[in-house]
């Protein structure tokens, strides 16, 4: 199915931190002349969660309807493109509703759903007769932002399932662009790729939360700090894509007999380096296995 690129209708189902970021989004586009929200439904657990969603888009309450989970196929069938952005250990639950696989047959679905490919969405849309026509026919694209989408500063991959035509990565591409940067990579690519655009900036702020504790060791209050030092970081990592290797850029920060070469020769013997590798590898196998964990 191609959807009226000029007037979508999108519901985002499990409608949390990060449907929301996304929902507000598209709701307030940055780009994309060619791409109008007509209507945007979401779907979230809970009445104080409706509730919620419901304050957090009310400039534009006249585009904007918020159910209850009670409603996904409801949602769904009113939709264009279908986001899915609840947790995935939630996924046998929402796709075991009557309705609800039959109702993503004809839409565009969008999953944000960790560790979930391409496969694992067409079997629990399909089922396991993967020969169908209508498995030829899904259109589906797998993605991972990160919570920076909250500030429209995320760094979103995405990937398609073969079957997927070009106009509607193309609307993929619109809607996770809202939130920042979108880039699309091959599936094969997607879990090391994924853990690093959504777990980096977790480890980072260990890293920043660690420093933080160095100074309020030597008497000085954390807040008095904070912004120093997360500033510093940013300007730091900007240097990067503007053309220094991080080794590089190391090295001419670490000047002989200096506190830098001193601090980075004590991370070493830490096996601070080693442990951030550790840690990412841990996080692409978690990845890997969670569509085989149903």
């Known amino acids: 199915m191609e959807v009226n690129v000029a007037h979508l209708k999108v519901a985002v189902i499990g409608c949390g931190t990060l449907g929301t970021a996304i929902a507000a989004g598209i709701l307030d586009p940055k780009y994309g002349e060619n791409f109008q929200l007509k209507r945007l439904i979401c779907t979230v657990g809970t009445e104080p969660s409706q509730r919620r969603v419901e304050a957090a888009f009310s400039n534009h309450k006249s585009r904007v309807t918020v159910f209850t989970a009670e409603e996904n196929v409801r949602a769904v069938q009113e939709a264009d493109v279908v986001l899915l952005a609840f947790k995935p250990f939630k996924r046998a639950d929402v796709f075991g509703v009557a309705g609800f696989k039959e109702a993503l047959r004809d839409k565009l679905v969008l999953s944000i759903m960790a560790g979930i490919t391409t496969n694992e969405l067409r079997r629990l849309t399909i089922g396991e007769d993967l020969g169908s026509h209508s498995s030829a026919s899904l259109q589906s694209v797998r993605?991972?932002?990160?919570?920076?989408?909250r500030i429209r500063e995320a760094v979103t991959l995405y990937t398609s399932s073969p079957t997927t035509t070009k106009e509607n990565v193309e609307i993929a591409?619109?809607?996770?662009?809202?939130?920042?940067?979108?880039?699309?990579i091959p599936e094969k690519s997607f879990d090391i790729c994924a853990v690093l655009v959504g777990c980096a900036g977790s480890l980072l702020l260990l890293a920043i939360d660690g420093l933080l504790d160095a100074a309020v060791a030597e008497g000085v209050r954390r807040p008095e700090v904070q912004n120093l030092v997360v500033n510093s970081a940013i300007g730091m990592m900007k240097l990067v894509p503007a053309g220094d290797h991080p080794g590089v850029l190391r090295e001419k920060i670490a000047s002989p007999g200096g506190c830098s070469i001193r601090a980075l020769l004590e991370l070493e013997k830490l096996g601070v380096?080693?442990?951030?590798?550790?840690?990412i590898l841990a996080a692409a196998e978690k990845s890997k296995n969670m569509s085989s964990t149903r």
């Not at 591409?173 to 699309?184: I, L, M, N, T």
């Not at 380096?273 to 840690?279: G, K, P």
């Open 143 to 149: 993605a991972m932002p990160n919570m920076a989408a």
């Open 173 to 184: 591409s619109w809607v996770f662009g809202q939130v920042g940067e979108a880039h699309q």
């Open 273 to 279: 380096r080693s442990a951030f590798t550790s840690a």
